[in-house]
Structure formats: structure tokens, C-alpha cells
């Protein structure tokens, strides 16, 4: 063990927690004198929210840290999320994090961080008032298959080594923070399914519980709160939910079980409830804090239904079980702005998860044409930050695959790029001035329209 290493694991959430503790079960970290767990709770209201390292299940996973700290008390009355330090005030409050911390400095001490969601505040903000850390990301689901979202300051940047990833769709490498080098190294599933293991605690021992884990499992629902990210209206996504429920009766299911977001309202679950009795089927809303992982290894679903959650991934990839998506394709038409980091999740979705309402689709893309679609999304997102995508989304926009693509890529955005698929660009300086000049004048004019129509 090296006395002199000290390793800081930041986690906002159980799934996160659960992810470190894989990649330590599995070796992806040195042996270190000391390693410390600093858990964050980043909800509008922290304060009406069960914190990471009090949640039903983590005391399985605590025995992995020395010790544990809370970022929250650590700022407060700041919150994690919006508070980004400013620059003068940086030696003070890296002075009073060694301090708090026990963070000793002198010569031959190793300091280590390894922070989920790089790219913003509170991950951002820990690894900037720790500058003398090497650091490590790992990835907080699906989005790690994207470009990073926001520009980061090569101060940060070219500190961090590795990217430590779930493999959720094996065979593809992801994007994030690949312009600074960071390697992108696995966690073995293995190692991940025994720590869900821990924390869905001892399997069923009984004769009668063990008859009741062979029959047909219930068909699980996944809320995700999407108008929390203003991604839909709360209407909205209370009507998603009732298509989850419409789409598993019709395909014969009639025992359902819905995990809802720990922030959504009430009186979804109670819609659903009435929704699925009106269709002659039964359905149970589970009103404890659980990762769905833990509910595959509990309740051996017949299909898992989602629309672009991470656990519809681990579902397939992990444990084997059936998925289905519901109201992805609409998502990615309205998603703003068109960098959001949202869309790669989306994406995935669309192109791997069968849709519910449609299960004789289009085959899910695979190897090198889901890399290539990815690719070509990700140089779309971020042309000026992965400009060596570009390769990647011609030839993807050229191939045999290009018609699928169009949903997924805006006309403007392929024509502003100059990709195939985009509207021819007049290349006379005096031509593109007047284009331009007949753009504006014809958004003018439908504003006023809309205007009038309004009136």
C-alpha cells in the first residue's frame, strides 16, 4: 500500500457509488493510504433529499473508504450545483479544503481525484480547488458516449488519465474527454452486477419465494422525470407514462410495476394505477429508493420499458433482459440546444432499443455503423471541439446508413457543416450575403405571421 497516495472518490448518486465500488472490486485503482468517499446531494432542495451514503444499501459499500465526506456541509450554505468559485478566491478555499480534509501537502504526497460529470459544477468546481491532483473520470451512464459538453480549461483538462466506463454497449468507444487523451477503460460487468449483489442484500431462501422467482416476472416501467430537464411539459410526460402502460397491456402483459423518479409527482403513479385497472391489469408503484439493477436481481422482469434510461442498457447487456422504448423519436426532434448532452443517450436508444409500440422496427445498428452514427452525431454536437469526427460523419452521411441518419442530424446543422445531406451553399461571398439577407427577411415574416395568427 502506498501511504503516500491519498485517492478522493466524488459520487452524487447510489449509481455512482455502486460504479466506483466495481471499479475498485476490480482493480482499477493502486493501492492508496488513504481513499475517501466525498458524497454530493445536487437536487433543486438538498435539503428534502436522502444524501448518497444514507441511502438504503450503502452501508454494503462503505467498508471500500476510510472515510466519508459531504461536499454539501463542506460549501454550505452554497449549492453544489450552482456555486463556482472565483479565481481570487481560490488559494483560500484550497487552504481550507486541506485543512477540513486532512490533506497533507508535503514532498513525495500523491493526490488523486476521480469525479463523475467533469464537465460542470460541483465535479468541475472539486477539481479545480484541488490542483494538484491527478485526475480520473468515470462515466454517469450513457452519456459518456457523447463529446464533452463544454469547453474545459487545459488546466483541468490535460490532468485527467483515464475515463472508467461501464461497457453498456459493447464494442463502442466513448467520446468524452478524448481530446485531452483520456483513455477509456472499462469496469467489468462482473465486478458491477456482485456490488448490485451487496446491495440488493441476500437472495430469497424460502421454497415459496424461490416458486415465485420462477414464474413470469412483471413487465418494469421506468420514470425518469424528464420535465425536471424542461425536456417535456409534466403533461407530457404523464401521458409517456401512460403509453408505457398502454404498450405493455397490448403486448399481453398484465402485471406491471413502475419505478418512479424520486423527484416526480405523486399523481403520476396514481394516473398509472387507474390507467392499468381501466385495461384490466395490475400495477404496483414502488415507493422505495432502489437502483433498478437491484429490481432486476429481485424481480426478474419480462420487459423492462424506458425511453432513453441508462438501466434500459444495463437491463440488455447486464442480466439479459428483454427492453422496449416509448416516445424517444419525438424527444430528439424537439431536444435544445442541439448540443444538449442528452442526445447521445438518445440516440443509442433509438437506434439499439426496440420501440413498444412498433416491435417490428428497423434492426438495431451495430459495430462499425453505430461507431460511425455516434461519430457523426458527436461531430455534429461539438465541430469545433472533435474536429476529427468529421471523416467519420462524411462517410457515415454517404453510406448505406444515411437515410437512417436523418432523424438524428438537422438539415441547418448539415448544411451549416457542409456535410452530405445538407442544402448546396452558394460560394461567392456577394450570394451567401444575399442568402443570408433572404433568411432573415423569411424568418421576419413567419414571426409576424405567427404574430397575427395569435391576435
Not at 58 to 77: G, Q, T
Not at 206 to 216: F, G, R
Amino acid at each position: 500500500m502506498s501511504s503516500s497516495t491519498t485517492q478522493i472518490f466524488y459520487a452524487s448518486t447510489l449509481y455512482g457509488a455502486a460504479t466506483l465500488a466495481a471499479a475498485l472490486d476490480s482493480g482499477r485503482f493502486a493501492p492508496a493510504g488513504r481513499r475517501l468517499l466525498l458524497v454530493s446531494t445536487n437536487a433543486a432542495v438538498p435539503e428534502t433529499t436522502t444524501p448518497v451514503h444514507r441511502m438504503p444499501g450503502f452501508e454494503r459499500l462503505r467498508d471500500r473508504f476510510d472515510e466519508v465526506l459531504d461536499w454539501n456541509e463542506a460549501i454550505e450554505p452554497l449549492h453544489p450545483g450552482g456555486w463556482t468559485p472565483r479565481a481570487d478566491d481560490l488559494p483560500m478555499l484550497q487552504r481550507y479544503l486541506r485543512q477540513l480534509w486532512k490533506l497533507d501537502g508535503g514532498p513525495g504526497r500523491k493526490l488523486e481525484l476521480v469525479v463523475e460529470s467533469l464537465q460542470v459544477a460541483p465535479a468541475l468546481t472539486i477539481a479545480r480547488l484541488l490542483p494538484e491532483a491527478s485526475i480520473d473520470v468515470y462515466a454517469d451512464g450513457l452519456m459518456s458516449y457523447g463529446p464533452t459538453r463544454n469547453r474545459i480549461d487545459p488546466l483541468v483538462g490535460e490532468r485527467v488519465r483515464r475515463l472508467l466506463h461501464l461497457d453498456l454497449v459493447p464494442g463502442l468507444t466513448p467520446l468524452l474527454l478524448a481530446e485531452f487523451g483520456a483513455v477509456a477503460e472499462a469496469v467489468p460487468a462482473e465486478a458491477f452486477t456482485k456490488v448490485v449483489e451487496e446491495l440488493a442484500g441476500p437472495a430469497p431462501e424460502s421454497a415459496a419465494e424461490a416458486e415465485a422467482e420462477a414464474e413470469a416476472g412483471p413487465v418494469l416501467l421506468l420514470g425518469q422525470y424528464l420535465a425536471a430537464l424542461s425536456l417535456l411539459t409534466p403533461e407530457e410526460e404523464g401521458e409517456l407514462h401512460l403509453r408505457m402502460v398502454r404498450g405493455a397491456v397490448a403486448r399481453g402483459h398484465r402485471r406491471l410495476v413502475f419505478k418512479p423518479h424520486p423527484s416526480a409527482p405523486d399523481a403520476w403513479s396514481a394516473a398509472l394505477v387507474r390507467e392499468a385497472a381501466a385495461l384490466g391489469a395490475e400495477l404496483t408503484v414502488l415507493d422505495r429508493p432502489v437502483l433498478a439493477e437491484v429490481l432486476y436481481r429481485e424481480l426478474r422482469p419480462a420487459l423492462v420499458v424506458g425511453c432513453f434510461s441508462t438501466a434500459l442498457f444495463t437491463a440488455s447487456a447486464f442480466y439479459g433482459l428483454a427492453t422496449a422504448r416509448v416516445g424517444t423519436r419525438p424527444l430528439l426532434a424537439r431536444l435544445t440546444p442541439y448540443q444538449n448532452s442528452n442526445r447521445i443517450p438518445l440516440v443509442l436508444a433509438d437506434a439499439l432499443v426496440p420501440d413498444l409500440e412498433e416491435p417490428a422496427g428497423a434492426a438495431p445498428l451495430a459495430g462499425d455503423a453505430l461507431a460511425d452514427l455516434v461519430a457523426t452525431v458527436g461531430f455534429v454536437m461539438q465541430p469545433r471541439l472533435r474536429p476529427d469526427l468529421r471523416d467519420a460523419a462524411v462517410r457515415h452521411l454517404s453510406g448505406p446508413h444515411a437515410a437512417a441518419a436523418r432523424h438524428h442530424v438537422t438539415l441547418r446543422r448539415l448544411t451549416s457543416l457542409g456535410l452530405p445531406g445538407g442544402l448546396p451553399v452558394p460560394r461567392h461571398p456577394g450570394l451567401r450575403r444575399l442568402a443570408r439577407r433572404a433568411l432573415k427577411l423569411r424568418r421576419r415574416a413567419l414571426r409576424a405571421a405567427s404574430s397575427v395568427r395569435r391576435g
